[in-house]
Every structure is written in structure tokens, then in C-alpha cells.
């Protein structure tokens, strides 16, 4: 190969491998890190960028010189060198690629057997999905139950997750972990969090007509600010006695909101049919709280009697 | 006629021997009127089955339309739409012992617009069938994706309803893949690969026309189910989502077995063709790498495809006999299905991808006027990406909650077939080093899909590195993959394949300035479509949802405009097509200088391909090689000598 060439090729290069790594330096590609587990994702994330600037400037430096060094006015009808190929570069094109795999894969395995490992001992969140909610449980601190996921800072979290009826899947973009919820099996998730914080808690897995609200907070506390929200928790009346008041609105707002518009309550799902205009017979409202149907949901396990009651109450009340 | 080996069919110039079929009544002789009524009798037949075993059993009620549809809409009907087009018959024939012509060849050729319409057993015809049909899907699919995005321009919802938005994409994907890329290329290749290895036409003529015509049931099956709601839990369909959708769900497993066993009779013809009908002289190590490309990825399909169709028989099953595959409540087991449908599915992405690594290795080796670099490794990366490609499908299940040790080592492998793909990819590229480079459309589609393809399977390789993965899965990083992959790979290469041998296949030539602008459009609005998408996908959109955060909002917007440009620019190829085909200049045999036979016969071909059967005496690339060729016609006889034979 002539020496203008290689300068050509690799001035090309360089400048191809400039752009890319300005975009991928300057553009803000991932989302906060707030977990450990994030920081060897980034890590792997940064080097397999590199490594696929690095082949991708090399592609593209060959095909535009090749574009326009080779190119031909059309009624050129002469024929090419009659190249047919060369053992050596064959061979260095399929053993660079190889080493760079092979780092890659390395890496990947180290980082992901840190992020399955908690560090320490690990506080147990039990992550109940189902259509279209989130529930998150507390075994190990008196049951307690949430809708948003509160966690402390800097300790690991076991996050031990279940379906209730499809597939789901729990992601906190900013902890970068990931995993399904599947029912009939049981699967676990290390998150340490290291930022407090307000974070998004999506499902990513299609769960049906609900999927994109299937959403709530993942909220990352100091560790003192946490034990004083579980021991609130612990003390608050986690099942109001029956026939105490239940805020009837903030359990609809919580459980059915969602998918459900109610001006009243300032909620404007779209899943489900708008309850504005409804005329509803108690008994009709009930029996589809406790048993679903239409795809939606049953809540009978879910609430209690006196819950029940104070959502047929507040939703029909005002016509019975 | 020159010497013909023994495993080659005899080559028959004119029409069968033997007594002319006896003239039946118009409405029993093989058509459109004969599937009409037949379409409908089948259906009253499976009905009166259903009917007839209920009131047996004594369930109630006696009529129940689930199992009505199943077995008499999507089962019986297709049958008799088949029977009655005129796909058995002779087989029929036979079976009764009726008189039958084994060199029976009225069903080939087309010399008027309605021999398209019919079972036509012409590879030929069979081919251009498979491409427009293909084609008119393509524009469904595409539709649709321009409805999806219409839908996401803002974060809200603003058109459909969540669940006709859910079967807005599935069935976008469904159609796309199996209604357009997958059969596209065997559509392609039906066309050019009996002429490519100079065979008269494909092994099993019948059996190719019969493929072709179960591909048009399947694409109304997916058409349908808007009318018959259920097809929303996506193209993968997993259960338990799939078994809880509305009834309408088993137009898509249906559809998908339609569709399969099409796939599958039709891998069987290439492989028995390219096995045992080579010209004289094409050894394996003689043959262009389209045919190598069709070799490996039939044997994909052959041995890929029954898995695919398996799981969504369970899935029916699940549904419609109440057994319990995948039901956890009933011990069925979910992610199983999702190990059954992968171990189609991904190899399914090289059933979308290799016959393009093919179209491009023919395109770029003819306008570099070069041999194509390190013909013998390009042909052996086909062969591994092959088998390595049945051990990776679990590398779509990382955060599935499977096994937790099956992850590392189906990474390795995943990343391994970049190995492959990279040799492939600076293949071409040293294709192009020191050679005569034209940019007639082909060529440019063939380079847009090396440097398209190039960023999807980078993009590949990240999402191989697992932490990677367990961050992007499902958002929209990996809509950005699959379409760098599927569009920029699979749909520029069939673009290329298309412009390619369009002059062989209608014996018309393109508008080329059409064609570029064609090109150009679709690459730079295909770009603005989905590079944006890796943003967003990492920054933490989900895929498949039809609301969204209001931070991705903007970024939506944009990729939404560039998408209607995308949509708008596939009408340029629709005009240039037809009006081409139409009213274009006449077709030279050879326009692009190619070596390989199926220049060497007219545009386009006479109807039995070659009048003699053509000598293979070198390499199907030895552009630049002084008095090198591929393979002659009779000696010295050029293809330019040859007349045109088709107004037989």
C-alpha cells in the first residue's frame, strides 16, 4: 500500500474517532448514577463504546477513501486488480476482533458476578408486580407494605420479586439493574443505592393495556430518615380497624387512579372506563373490586373489607 | 443439448407431452372461481365438524365460534382455498390414480398479467409472486409503524385505545418479518438462484408454488386480527400475557404456522436444488455466495422453524383446549415458552440476514469490478455464524430470571459471532480496495447496508456484554438494534437485490436517478428515525408503551418527522417500480457486466431458463482475471448472441 494512503486512512480515521467520541463525550447518553451496581455498568458500557469506535472509525475511514479514491465515471469499463484475498490481513482481522471480544467478555463477567453479590448484609424487599402495580413488602422490618419503593442509602437491598399474573419487568433506570417478574418462579435483584433520591420505577415488560402506567417511585433515604419512615410504618395503622375512617379518596387515587378518570379525585387513567359519567349500582361495583373482569384486575386480596367498602361508598355514595 | 448429470431434471423445451387435461366445467376447473366456493365449503365442513362433535358430547352450546374459527376459518377455509386454486391437484390426481404427466409444464411461464394470479410452477414467476406480494405487505407494516409513531409524536395518548396500539406494533413486527423480510429474500432467490447455478428450474416446482400461496393466507390471518382483537402482547407473544389477550391472538398463531410451513417448504427446495442441481462444473467451492447464503440460511429455517411453530401451537393450545404449557397456576412453566420461541428466534435473525450478506457479496464484487476478498473465508463465516447461531438465543433472556449461569457463557458465544460478521464486513471492504467503483443503486444500497449494518452490529455487540443489557433490555436501545439490523441490513440489502435484477426479472431498466433519490432519502431520514432511539433507550424509555415521560418528548417528536419522511420515501420506489415496469427501456441481458449465469441468458430468461444446460469452468468472481470465465453457454456462444426466446 502506498504511503499517501495510510496517512490518508489514517487522518480519516482519527477524525471519525474524533466525532464519535465527541458525541459520546458530550451528548448526556446515561441517565444519574444512583447505585453501585450502575458503576460497573457504566464501565463495561464505556469500553465496549470504545472498542466499537475504534472498529467503527476503522470501516468508515475504508469505505469513504475506498469512495472516493476507486470511484469511476460510468462508462469506465476497465476491470480492478484481481485480488483475491491475503492469508496475513485475514488472519489480523479475525484475531483483533477476537482479543477485543474476549475483553469484553471478561469484563462483563466480573462486573456482572459483583452486581449479583450484595455488599454486606442486605435489607429483604419483597417486590409483588401485577397489572397494573407495584407492591413492595417488608419482611424483615414487620411486614410493612408500600406502593413506593423506599430504600436506604448506601446498604444493599435483596429484592426478592413475584407476578401475580404476567410477565413484568423492575428497572430504576438510574440503579441500571433489571430483572423480570415472572409468575409461578421466584427471581432476586442486588440494588445499592448510593445517592438519596427520587427515582422512576418503570415495568419494561408489555403487560398488557396498563404497561406504560405501570409506574411508581423508587425513593432512596438516608439511613436514619429510613428507619424513621419503617418505624412510622410499624406504628401507623398499617389495616385501619374495620369501620374506622379509611381515606377513601387516597386509596382511590392510589389503587385505581391509574387506569381509571375521576374529576373528583383528579385522576385521568385512560385504561379503563372514565367512572365520571357512570351510573353505578353498589352491589355492581363491589363485585367488580373483588373479582376483576373486562381486564381488569381483582382487588379483593389486595384491600381490605373496610377499603373495599369506603371505595363502593365514595364512588356511589353521592346517587345511592 | 450438451451432456446433463444425472442428478439434473431432463430440460424440456416446449409444453408436456401427452393428452390435454379433458375440459371440465368452468367452475371445477383450477382458479379463482373453483377457491371461491371452496374456500366456503371447507369452511361449512370444519364448522359441521366442530358442530357435529359437540352436539355428540353433548357440550353447550352446540355452536361455539372459538373453536368454529379455529379449525373451520383459519384451518379448513386456507385448505379449501388451496384445493381449490388449483395447489393439489395433481398430487390428487395421482393419489387417485388418475392419469398424470409427469413432464407436465402447463403450469409454466406467464404471458399475460393473470398467470400471476394462479399456481404457476415457474420459479420465475414464483419469484416476482413472492416479491410483489412481500412488497404490498411491506407497505401494510409500514403503515402501521407510521400509525405507531403518529401515536407517539406526543407523550400522550392521542389516537388509540392501548389495546389497538398494542396490535398496531405486534403486528407491524409480525408482518414485517414474517410477511416481508423473510420471504422477500426467498422470493428473490427463487428468481436468481436456479438461473445462478444454471438449473432449469427449482427441484419441486409444485411444491414451490404451493410455498408461495400459503404466504398471502397468512398475511389476511394478520390483517384480520384487527377485526378479531387479541393480537397485543407483541411479535414474541409470551405467556402468560398471550394466553390472557382476547380470542383474536390465534389469528396470530395461526398465521405463524401458515407462514412456518411456507418458510420450511421452501428452505427443503433450495437445499435439494442447490445440492443436486448445479450445473456441470459448479462444485460447492464454485458457487457465487448468494447460493452459499441461501444453502446455509435454508438450513437455518429447516431446522429452526418447527420450534417457532411448536410454541405457538402450545400457546393456541393453551387457549383453546385449556392445556396447560405455560399456565403457572397450573403448573405449567412460562419462561419455557420463552427458550422454545427463541431458539427460533434468534436464529430467525440470520434467516433475515444472510441471504442479504449474500446480495451484497454478488453487488459489491460486480461494481468494484474485483473478486470478492477472501471468497473461501466469506463462504466458511456463513457456515459458523450458522452454527454458533443456535447456541446464543438465550442472550434475549438475560434479565428473564432463567437460569442465572447460562448467562456467561451464552454471552461468550454471542460475541463470538461478531468474529464472523467482522471477517464478512472487512471482506467487502478490501472487496472495494483497488477496484473500479460505480455507484449505479445497487451499489449504493449494498454500501448503505455495510455501514447501516455496521452500526447495528456494534450496537449487537453491547447488548451481548450482559451488565449492558440488563440496563437497555426492553427500551427503546433495543428498537434501535433491530431496526440498524432488520432495516438498515435486511431491507437495504433486498433494495439492492431488487434494483439489482430488476432487468433480469422484468427485462426493463430502472430510472436510476429515481432510484438514488430513493436511496439517499431513505438513508438519512432512516438515520434521524432511529439513531435518536439509543439515546432515549438509555436515558430510560421503555419499548411498547403508548404514553411516555414528557422529558423524552422532544426527542419523539423529531424521530416521528423523520419517520413519515422514511414511510414517504418507499413511494419513489413504488412509482419507479411500476411506471419501470411498465414503460422502462428495454433490458440489455447482462446490464451490469455480471459474471455469474444468470447473465448470461436474456431479459428476461426464456421460460425453461437455457436452451442448453451452461458449463461451469472457473470462479463466479474473476473480475480483472484476463480471459476468465464463470461459465460458458455451448462454447463461445455470448449471451448477446442469444434470441430473445420468450414469445415462444
Same mark, same amino acid.
Given at each position: 500500500?502506498?504511503?499517501?494512503?495510510?496517512?490518508?486512512?489514517?487522518?480519516?480515521?482519527?477524525?471519525?474517532?474524533?466525532?464519535?467520541?465527541?458525541?459520546?463525550?458530550?451528548?448526556?447518553?446515561?441517565?444519574?448514577?444512583?447505585?453501585?451496581?450502575?458503576?460497573?455498568?457504566?464501565?463495561?458500557?464505556?469500553?465496549?463504546?470504545?472498542?466499537?469506535?475504534?472498529?467503527?472509525?476503522?470501516?468508515?475511514?475504508?469505505?469513504?477513501?475506498?469512495?472516493?479514491?476507486?470511484?469511476?465515471?460510468?462508462?469506465?469499463?476497465?476491470?480492478?486488480?484481481?485480488?483475491?484475498?491475503?492469508?496475513?490481513?485475514?488472519?489480523?482481522?479475525?484475531?483483533?476482533?477476537?482479543?477485543?471480544?474476549?475483553?469484553?467478555?471478561?469484563?462483563?463477567?466480573?462486573?456482572?458476578?459483583?452486581?449479583?453479590?450484595?455488599?454486606?448484609?442486605?435489607?429483604?424487599?419483597?417486590?409483588?408486580?401485577?397489572?397494573?402495580?407495584?407492591?413492595?413488602?417488608?419482611?424483615?422490618?414487620?411486614?410493612?407494605?408500600?406502593?413506593?419503593?423506599?430504600?436506604?442509602?448506601?446498604?444493599?437491598?435483596?429484592?426478592?420479586?413475584?407476578?401475580?399474573?404476567?410477565?413484568?419487568?423492575?428497572?430504576?433506570?438510574?440503579?441500571?439493574?433489571?430483572?423480570?417478574?415472572?409468575?409461578?418462579?421466584?427471581?432476586?435483584?442486588?440494588?445499592?443505592?448510593?445517592?438519596?433520591?427520587?427515582?422512576?420505577?418503570?415495568?419494561?415488560?408489555?403487560?398488557?393495556?396498563?404497561?406504560?402506567?405501570?409506574?411508581?417511585?423508587?425513593?432512596?433515604?438516608? %439511613?436514619?430518615?429510613?428507619?424513621?419512615?419503617?418505624?412510622?410504618? %410499624?406504628?401507623?395503622?398499617?389495616?385501619?380497624?374495620?369501620?374506622?375512617?379509611?381515606?377513601?379518596?387516597?386509596?382511590?387515587?392510589?389503587?385505581?387512579?391509574?387506569?381509571?378518570?375521576?374529576?373528583?379525585?383528579?385522576?385521568?387513567?385512560?385504561?379503563?372506563?372514565?367512572?365520571?359519567?357512570?351510573?353505578?349500582?353498589?352491589?355492581?361495583?363491589?363485585?367488580?373490586?373483588?373479582?376483576?373482569?373486562?381486564?381488569?384486575?381483582?382487588?379483593?386480596?389486595?384491600?381490605?373489607?373496610?377499603?373495599?367498602?369506603?371505595?363502593? %361508598?365514595?364512588?356511589?355514595?353521592?346517587?345511592? | 443439448?450438451?451432456?446433463?448429470?444425472?442428478?439434473?431434471?431432463?430440460?424440456?423445451?416446449?409444453?408436456?407431452?401427452?393428452?390435454?387435461?379433458?375440459?371440465?366445467?368452468?367452475?371445477?376447473?383450477?382458479?379463482?372461481?373453483?377457491?371461491?366456493?371452496?374456500?366456503? @365449503?371447507?369452511?361449512?365442513?370444519?364448522?359441521?365438524?366442530?358442530?357435529?362433535?359437540?352436539?355428540?358430547?353433548?357440550? !353447550?352450546?352446540?355452536?361455539? *365460534?372459538?373453536?368454529?374459527?379455529?379449525?373451520?376459518?383459519?384451518?379448513?377455509?386456507?385448505?379449501?382455498?388451496?384445493?381449490?386454486?388449483?395447489?393439489? !391437484?395433481?398430487?390428487?390426481?395421482?393419489?387417485?390414480?388418475?392419469?398424470?404427466?409427469?413432464?407436465?409444464?402447463?403450469?409454466?411461464?406467464?404471458?399475460?398479467?393473470?398467470?400471476?394470479?394462479?399456481?404457476?410452477?415457474?420459479? =420465475?414467476?414464483?419469484?416476482?409472486?413472492?416479491?410483489?406480494?412481500?412488497?404490498?405487505?411491506?407497505?401494510?407494516?409500514?403503515?402501521?409503524?407510521?400509525?405507531?409513531?403518529? $401515536?407517539?409524536?406526543?407523550?400522550?395518548?392521542?389516537?388509540?385505545?392501548?389495546?389497538?396500539?398494542?396490535?398496531?406494533?405486534?403486528?407491524?413486527?409480525?408482518?414485517?418479518?414474517?410477511?416481508?423480510?423473510?420471504?422477500?429474500?426467498?422470493?428473490?432467490? #427463487?428468481?436468481?438462484?436456479?438461473?445462478?447455478?444454471?438449473?432449469? !428450474?427449482?427441484?419441486?416446482?409444485?411444491? #414451490?408454488?404451493?410455498?408461495?400461496?400459503?404466504?398471502?393466507?397468512?398475511?389476511?390471518?394478520?390483517?384480520?386480527?384487527?377485526?378479531?382483537?387479541?393480537?397485543?402482547?407483541? *411479535?414474541? #407473544?409470551?405467556?402468560?400475557?398471550?394466553?390472557?389477550?382476547?380470542?383474536?391472538?390465534?389469528?396470530?398463531?395461526?398465521?405463524?404456522?401458515?407462514?412456518?410451513?411456507?418458510?420450511?417448504?421452501?428452505?427443503?427446495?433450495?437445499?435439494?436444488?442447490?445440492?443436486?442441481?448445479?450445473?456441470?462444473?459448479?462444485?460447492?467451492?464454485?458457487?457465487?455466495?448468494?447460493?452459499?447464503?441461501?444453502?446455509?440460511?435454508?438450513?437455518?429455517?429447516?431446522?429452526?422453524?418447527?420450534?417457532?411453530?411448536?410454541?405457538?401451537? @402450545?400457546?393456541?393450545?393453551?387457549?383453546?383446549?385449556?392445556?396447560? @404449557?405455560?399456565?403457572?397456576?397450573?403448573?405449567?412453566?412460562?419462561?419455557?415458552?420463552?427458550?422454545?420461541?427463541?431458539?427460533?428466534?434468534?436464529?430467525?435473525?440470520?434467516?433475515?440476514?444472510?441471504?442479504?450478506?449474500?446480495?451484497?457479496?454478488?453487488?459489491?464484487?460486480?461494481?468494484?469490478?474485483?473478486?470478492?476478498?477472501?471468497?473461501?473465508?466469506?463462504?466458511?463465516?456463513?457456515?459458523?455464524?450458522?452454527?454458533?447461531?443456535?447456541?446464543?438465543?438465550?442472550?434475549?433472556?438475560?434479565?428473564?430470571?432463567?437460569?442465572?449461569?447460562?448467562?456467561?457463557?451464552?454471552?461468550?458465544?454471542?460475541?463470538?459471532?461478531?468474529?464472523?460478521?467482522?471477517?464478512?464486513?472487512?471482506?467487502?471492504?478490501?472487496?472495494?480496495?483497488?477496484?473500479?467503483?460505480?455507484?449505479?443503486?445497487?451499489?449504493?444500497?449494498?454500501?448503505?447496508?455495510?455501514?447501516?449494518?455496521?452500526?447495528?452490529?456494534?450496537? &449487537?455487540?453491547?447488548?451481548?456484554?450482559?451488565?449492558?443489557?440488563?440496563?437497555?433490555?426492553?427500551?427503546?436501545?433495543?428498537?434501535?438494534?433491530?431496526?440498524?439490523?432488520?432495516?438498515?441490513?435486511?431491507?437495504?440489502?433486498?433494495?439492492? &437485490?431488487?434494483?439489482?435484477?430488476?432487468?433480469?426479472?422484468?427485462?426493463?431498466?430502472?430510472? $436510476?436517478?429515481?432510484?438514488? /433519490?430513493?436511496?439517499?432519502?431513505?438513508?438519512?431520514?432512516?438515520?434521524?428515525?432511529?439513531?435518536?432511539?439509543?439515546? /432515549?433507550?438509555?436515558?430510560?424509555?421503555?419499548?411498547?408503551?403508548?404514553?411516555?415521560?414528557?422529558?423524552?418528548? !422532544?426527542? #419523539?417528536?423529531?424521530?416521528?418527522?423523520?419517520?413519515?419522511?422514511?414511510?414517504?420515501?418507499?413511494?419513489?420506489?413504488?412509482?419507479?417500480?411500476?411506471?419501470?415496469?411498465?414503460?422502462?427501456?428495454?433490458?440489455?441481458?447482462?446490464?451490469?457486466?455480471?459474471?455469474?449465469?444468470?447473465?448470461?441468458?436474456?431479459?428476461?430468461?426464456?421460460?425453461?431458463? @437455457?436452451?442448453?444446460?451452461?458449463?461451469?469452468?472457473?470462479?463466479?468472481?474473476?473480475?480483472?482475471? =484476463?480471459?476468465?470465465?464463470?461459465? /460458458?453457454?455451448?462454447?463461445?456462444?455470448?449471451?448477446?448472441?442469444?434470441?430473445?426466446?420468450?414469445?415462444?
Amino acid at each position: 500500500m502506498r504511503r499517501g494512503a495510510i496517512v490518508a486512512l489514517v487522518s480519516i480515521a482519527l477524525v471519525v474517532a474524533a466525532v464519535t467520541t465527541a458525541i459520546a463525550y458530550f451528548v448526556d447518553w446515561l441517565p444519574e448514577q444512583a447505585s453501585e451496581e450502575r458503576q460497573g455498568i457504566d464501565l463495561v458500557f464505556w469500553v465496549t463504546v470504545a472498542i466499537c469506535i475504534f472498529f467503527f472509525a476503522i470501516v468508515a475511514s475504508v469505505s469513504i477513501y475506498a469512495a472516493v479514491k476507486f470511484r469511476v465515471r460510468p462508462d469506465d469499463e476497465s476491470d480492478g486488480a484481481p485480488i483475491h484475498g491475503h492469508t496475513g490481513i485475514e488472519i489480523v482481522w479475525t484475531l483483533v476482533p477476537t482479543i477485543c471480544v474476549v475483553v469484553i467478555a471478561v469484563l462483563s463477567a466480573i462486573v456482572l458476578a459483583q452486581n449479583d453479590k450484595p455488599k454486606g448484609d442486605p435489607l429483604r424487599v419483597d417486590v409483588l408486580a401485577q397489572q397494573f402495580a407495584w407492591q413492595f413488602t417488608y419482611p424483615e422490618e414487620g411486614e410493612v407494605r408500600a406502593t413506593n419503593l423506599y430504600l436506604p442509602v448506601d446498604r444493599s437491598t435483596r429484592l426478592v420479586i413475584s407476578a401475580r399474573d404476567v410477565l413484568h419487568s423492575f428497572w430504576v433506570p438510574e440503579f441500571g439493574q433489571k430483572q423480570d417478574a415472572v409468575p409461578g418462579i421466584v427471581t432476586t435483584l442486588i440494588v445499592t443505592p448510593t445517592k438519596t433520591g427520587d427515582y422512576r420505577l418503570i415495568c419494561t415488560e408489555l403487560c398488557g393495556q396498563g404497561h406504560a402506567l405501570m409506574r411508581t417511585r423508587a425513593i432512596v433515604l438516608s %439511613q436514619p430518615e429510613f428507619a424513621r419512615w419503617l418505624r412510622e410504618q %410499624q406504628q401507623g395503622p398499617a389495616e385501619p380497624p374495620p369501620g374506622g375512617e379509611v381515606d377513601a379518596q387516597g386509596t382511590f387515587v392510589q389503587t385505581c387512579g391509574g387506569c381509571h378518570e375521576l374529576e373528583q379525585a383528579g385522576t385521568s387513567g385512560q385504561i379503563g372506563p372514565s367512572l365520571n359519567e357512570l351510573a353505578l349500582d353498589p352491589a355492581d361495583v363491589e363485585e367488580q373490586i373483588r373479582k376483576g373482569g373486562g381486564g381488569m384486575p381483582a382487588f379483593e386480596n389486595d384491600l381490605s373489607e373496610a377499603q373495599i367498602e369506603a371505595l363502593v %361508598q365514595y364512588l356511589v355514595g353521592d346517587d345511592a | 443439448m450438451s451432456h446433463v448429470t444425472g442428478t439434473s431434471v431432463h430440460v424440456e423445451t416446449g409444453h408436456g407431452h401427452g393428452p390435454p387435461p379433458r375440459a371440465r366445467h368452468w367452475a371445477l376447473r383450477a382458479g379463482w372461481v373453483r377457491a371461491a366456493w371452496m374456500t366456503g @365449503f371447507f369452511f361449512l365442513l370444519g364448522l359441521g365438524i366442530v358442530v357435529f362433535f359437540r352436539w355428540l358430547g353433548g357440550y !353447550d352450546p352446540t355452536l361455539d *365460534w372459538e373453536p368454529v374459527i379455529v379449525v373451520a376459518g383459519l384451518t379448513m377455509a386456507p385448505l379449501g382455498f388451496l384445493a381449490g386454486l388449483g395447489g393439489f !391437484d395433481y398430487w390428487v390426481s395421482y393419489a387417485l390414480g388418475s392419469p398424470t404427466r409427469p413432464e407436465d409444464h402447463s403450469g409454466h411461464g406467464a404471458y399475460t398479467w393473470r398467470d400471476y394470479f394462479r399456481v404457476n410452477t415457474d420459479h =420465475k414467476v414464483i419469484g416476482i409472486q413472492y416479491v410483489s406480494s412481500t412488497v404490498f405487505f411491506f407497505l401494510a407494516g409500514g403503515l402501521m409503524a407510521m400509525l405507531v409513531r403518529a $401515536e407517539l409524536a406526543r407523550p400522550e395518548t392521542e389516537f388509540f385505545d392501548t389495546q389497538t396500539y398494542n396490535e398496531l406494533f405486534s403486528v407491524h413486527a409480525s408482518l414485517m418479518i414474517f410477511l416481508f423480510i423473510i420471504p422477500a429474500f426467498a422470493g428473490l432467490a #427463487n428468481y436468481v438462484l436456479p438461473l445462478m447455478i444454471g438449473a432449469p !428450474d427449482m427441484a419441486f416446482p409444485r411444491l #414451490n408454488a404451493l410455498s408461495f400461496w400459503l404466504l398471502p393466507i397468512a398475511g389476511i390471518m394478520l390483517l384480520a386480527s384487527f377485526f378479531f382483537p387479541g393480537v397485543g402482547a407483541g *411479535w414474541t #407473544n409470551y405467556p402468560p400475557l398471550s394466553t390472557e389477550q382476547p380470542f383474536g391472538n390465534v389469528f396470530f398463531s395461526m398465521a405463524v404456522q401458515w407462514a412456518g410451513a411456507s418458510s420450511i417448504m421452501t428452505a427443503l427446495n433450495f437445499l435439494v436444488t442447490i445440492i443436486t442441481m448445479r450445473a456441470p462444473g459448479m462444485t460447492f467451492w464454485r458457487m457465487p455466495l448468494l447460493v452459499w447464503a441461501n444453502f446455509t440460511t435454508s438450513l437455518l429455517v429447516v431446522i429452526a422453524t418447527p420450534f417457532i411453530a411448536g410454541s405457538q401451537f @402450545f400457546v393456541m393450545f393453551d387457549k383453546v383446549m385449556h392445556t396447560n @404449557f405455560f399456565d403457572p397456576g397450573e403448573n405449567g412453566y412460562a419462561l419455557g415458552y420463552q427458550h422454545i420461541f427463541w431458539f427460533y428466534s434468534h436464529p430467525a435473525v440470520y434467516i433475515m440476514m444472510l441471504p442479504g450478506f449474500g446480495i451484497a457479496s454478488e453487488v459489491i464484487s460486480t461494481f468494484s469490478r474485483k473478486p470478492i476478498f477472501g471468497y473461501r473465508l466469506m463462504a466458511l463465516s456463513l457456515m459458523a455464524i450458522l452454527v454458533l447461531g443456535f447456541s446464543v438465543w438465550a442472550h434475549h433472556m438475560f434479565v428473564s430470571g432463567m437460569a442465572t449461569y447460562l448467562r456467561v457463557p451464552m454471552m461468550v458465544t454471542t460475541l463470538l459471532i461478531a468474529i464472523p460478521t467482522g471477517i464478512k464486513v472487512f471482506s467487502w471492504l478490501a472487496t472495494l480496495w483497488e477496484g473500479r467503483l460505480h455507484f449505479s443503486a445497487p451499489m449504493l444500497w449494498a454500501l448503505g447496508f455495510v455501514s447501516m449494518f455496521v452500526i447495528g452490529g456494534l450496537s &449487537g455487540v453491547m447488548l451481548g456484554a450482559v451488565p449492558i443489557d440488563i440496563h437497555v433490555s426492553d427500551t427503546y436501545f433495543i428498537v434501535a438494534h433491530i431496526h440498524y439490523v432488520l432495516l438498515g441490513g435486511s431491507l437495504f440489502t433486498i433494495f439492492a &437485490g431488487i434494483y439489482y435484477w430488476f432487468p433480469k426479472m422484468t427485462g426493463r431498466m430502472y430510472n $436510476e436517478r429515481l432510484a438514488k /433519490i430513493h436511496f439517499w432519502l431513505t438513508l438519512v431520514s432512516f438515520n434521524a428515525t432511529f439513531f435518536p432511539m439509543h439515546l /432515549i433507550g438509555v436515558q430510560g424509555m421503555p419499548r411498547r408503551v403508548a404514553t411516555y415521560e414528557p422529558q423524552f418528548g !422532544d426527542w #419523539n417528536l423529531f424521530i416521528s418527522l423523520s419517520s413519515f419522511v422514511l414511510g414517504a420515501s418507499f413511494m419513489i420506489f413504488v412509482y419507479n417500480v411500476i411506471v419501470s415496469w411498465k414503460s422502462g427501456p428495454p433490458a440489455p441481458a447482462n446490464p451490469w457486466r455480471g459474471m455469474t449465469i444468470e447473465w448470461l441468458v436474456s431479459s428476461p430468461p426464456p421460460v425453461f431458463n @437455457f436452451d442448453e444446460v451452461p458449463q461451469v469452468v472457473g470462479n463466479p468472481y474473476e473480475y480483472g482475471v =484476463k480471459g476468465a470465465r464463470h461459465a /460458458i453457454l455451448n462454447g463461445d456462444r455470448a449471451a448477446a448472441e442469444l434470441e430473445p426466446v420468450r414469445s415462444t
